[in-house]
């Protein structure tokens, strides 16, 4: 078998640049911590993050040496490879399995008895089925599995990853009164989950980040700090003055017509146009931040386009 390895880069729309073969060489995280270097010093560092990866440990290994290179790059691993692992995990459950195990017993019986199946038919509300549990549809692992979907678009979705996140934590919190999700195991699944990306929920104008707890407030605030002061041309104490007049809709932000078009565009393209009219600066720092991928998918589905 022939290893490609394929050079895409994301705006966040994907762009397939190139593919080579490994040829003999094997896959460690210094080979591909230079590969990644060549590549970006040919389009120019300071236009790039984020370096999204799959979860393997060389791939991981080799975007943290490459942050001693470009220590302004944010490596990130791919957060719906995250949550794939989440739904084999809670399926590999025993008191999981032995709920499936067991609507299969009681669907098969009721199917196997035309006494049983008329039985359902006459009593069943009028939307409810009688059919095999599949495993991707089952409730458990619904709301995750919905949000892998989202989380793999191609369009701009990092502002939603904080609240894909606690709806999970939520549902599956819920579940332990239930019975399937004990405590111990629900913990064991949250240490998975990764960086949430706080900092995106205040850049979107429909949220502001009002809902976020002070360290999740706190934390997004930082980050957009930090990444301010890797900006060229960007004034950090400007941009966070003028991001807490946005968040308090203070000053320039006060104008109605400012906020009529929240709920129709995406916060990505707000701050391309509306947003970008009363401060140049967040706006510059808000576009950068939103326009980062969460999911290596769009990679992946462009690779197979281009027939590799």
């Known amino acids: 078998n022939e290893y490609i390895l394929n050079y895409t880069i994301l705006t966040p729309k994907p762009y397939f640049i190139k593919s080579i073969t490994s040829e003999t060489n094997r896959h ?3 080979y591909l911590c230079d590969l990644m270097i060549h590549a970006l010093e040919k389009y120019g560092p300071d236009k790039f993050l984020v ?16 942050k001693q290179t470009f220590t302004h790059l944010i490596p990130l691993g791919c957060l719906s490879n995250t949550l794939n692992p989440l739904v084999q995990d809670i399926l590999k459950l025993d008191c999981v399995d032995k709920i499936l195990k067991s609507l299969v017993a009681v669907i098969k019986t009721i199917k196997n008895s035309h006494i049983l199946t008329a039985a359902f038919i006459k009593e069943r509300k009028a939307d409810i089925s009688l059919s095999l549990p599949v495993l991707t549809r089952w409730e458990l ?7 892998i ?36 195991v629900e913990k064991m699944i949250f240490e998975k989950f990764p960086l949430r990306h706080e900092y995106a929920v205040i850049l979107d104008p429909k949220d502001l980040g009002v809902n976020l707890d002070p360290e999740e407030l706190l934390n997004g605030i ?10 060229t041309n960007i004034d950090p104490v400007v941009v966070l003055t003028s991001l807490t007049k946005y968040r308090n809709k203070k000053s320039m932000w006060d104008k109605e017509v400012i906020w009529k078009t929240v709920e129709s565009l995406e916060p990505l ?3 391309k146009g509306v947003g970008s009219i009363n401060c140049r600066q967040p706006a510059r720092v ?4 939103l326009s980062m991928p969460t999911s290596s998918a769009s990679t992946e589905r462009t690779n197979s386009t281009m027939g590799r």
């Open 28 to 30: 460690t995280a210094e």
């Open 51 to 66: 370096i999204i990866t799959d979860n393997a440990a060389n791939e991981k290994k080799a975007t943290l040496l490459l």
């Open 141 to 147: 692992v619904r709301p995750i599995v919905k949000w």
């Open 149 to 184: 979907h989202l989380l793999e678009s191609d369009e701009p979705v990092i502002h939603k990853v904080v609240y894909a996140f606690k709806q999970i934590k939520q549902f599956l919190t819920d579940s332990v009164s239930l019975g399937p999700i004990t405590p111990d």
């Open 222 to 231: 930082e980050f957009i700090d930090t990444l301010s002061k890797t900006m």
């Open 269 to 271: 393209t707000w701050w």
């Open 286 to 289: 808000a576009i950068r931040i």
